[in-house]
C-alpha cells in the first residue's frame, strides 16, 4: 500500500524549532522530487519547499526562507523539514507530497501532521 | 508569489454542472500548461483529480474534466452528486521554479 506518514509536529513556543519527517512505504522515492504544503486552520493550502532526487536542489517559499530546511534521506524513504525561529503564523498543518520527475502535480500526499506556535 | 484566485464558493443541485474557475499571471497559468486541482474534504489530505490542465488520474469520475484559457484554468464537475461537496483547489508551476496554489473553493450540493 502507498503510503506518506508525517510525524514531528505539535506544540511550541515562537522561537523555538521542530523538526518533521514524511516516511514513504509502498514506493521508493529515490527519483523522485519531494514536497512540503502547509495549511493553516481554516485557510488554503500554501506551498511551502520542495527538493530534488538527491537534495542538490531545494526550493522555498519566502516566508520560510533562511528558517526552514528541507533535506532527505533515500536509504530511509524519509524527507525532512526542520523549522527555526517558528512564528505564530508557521501554525498549520504540514503535508509531504510526492511528484515525479517531469510530472509536475502533487501525488500522492501524506495525512499531515499538525504544528502550533503560540506563547 | 501571490496565490491564485478562486471564487470562495460555488453551488449547484444535483445533477447539475458548475465551474471553479483559477485565475493567475502570466508567470504561472498563463505560461505553463502544468495547471493541477486537487479535492479535500474536511480533516482529510488533498487529492489529485486534474493534472496538467485537462488529464484525469485513473479513478477520477470522468463528471470532472479540466480547461485553460490565457490565464485562466478552470474546473467543471457535471452531474453534481453529493459526494463532490468538497473544498477544491487548483495549483500551477511558475516561473519562479516554485509552486503556487489557488485561494481554495468551497463546493456545495443544494
Known amino acids: 500500500e502507498v503510503q506518506l506518514v508525517e510525524a514531528g509536529g505539535g506544540s511550541v513556543q515562537p522561537g523555538e524549532s521542530l523538526r518533521l519527517s514524511c516516511t514513504v512505504s509502498?514506493?521508493?522515492?529515490?527519483?523522485?522530487?519531494m514536497h512540503w504544503v502547509r495549511q493553516a486552520p481554516g485557510q488554503g493550502l500554501v506551498w511551502v519547499s520542495r527538493?530534488?532526487?538527491?537534495?542538490?536542489?531545494?526550493t522555498y517559499v519566502d516566508s520560510v526562507k533562511g528558517r526552514f530546511t528541507i533535506s532527505r534521506d533515500n536509504a530511509r524513504n524519509t524527507v525532512y523539514l526542520q523549522m527555526n525561529s517558528l512564528r505564530v503564523e508557521d501554525t498549520a498543518v504540514y503535508y509531504c507530497?510526492?511528484?515525479?520527475?517531469?510530472?509536475?502535480?502533487?501525488?500522492?500526499w501524506g495525512q499531515g501532521t499538525r504544528v502550533i506556535v503560540s506563547s | 508569489q501571490s496565490a491564485l484566485t478562486q471564487p470562495a464558493s460555488v453551488s449547484g443541485s444535483p445533477g447539475q454542472s458548475i465551474t471553479i474557475s483559477c485565475t493567475g499571471t502570466?508567470?504561472?497559468?498563463?505560461?505553463?500548461?502544468?495547471v493541477s486541482w486537487y479535492q479535500q474534504d474536511p480533516g482529510k489530505a488533498p487529492k489529485l483529480m486534474i493534472y496538467?490542465?485537462?488529464n484525469r488520474p485513473s479513478g477520477v469520475s470522468n463528471r470532472f474534466s479540466g480547461s485553460k484559457s490565457g490565464n485562466t484554468a478552470s474546473l467543471t464537475i457535471s452531474g453534481l452528486q453529493a459526494e463532490d461537496e468538497a473544498d477544491y483547489y487548483c495549483?500551477?508551476?511558475?516561473?519562479?521554479?516554485?509552486?503556487?496554489f489557488g485561494t481554495g473553493t468551497k463546493v456545495t450540493v443544494l
Open positions: 507530497a510526492h511528484m515525479r520527475p517531469g510530472e509536475p502535480w502533487f501525488d500522492p
Open positions: 509502498g514506493f521508493t522515492i529515490t527519483n523522485s522530487w
Open positions: 527538493i530534488n532526487k538527491d537534495g542538490s536542489t531545494t
Open positions: 502570466s508567470s504561472d497559468v498563463g505560461v505553463y500548461n502544468y
Open positions: 496538467n490542465v485537462s
Open positions: 495549483a500551477s508551476y511558475t516561473t519562479s521554479t516554485s509552486y503556487v
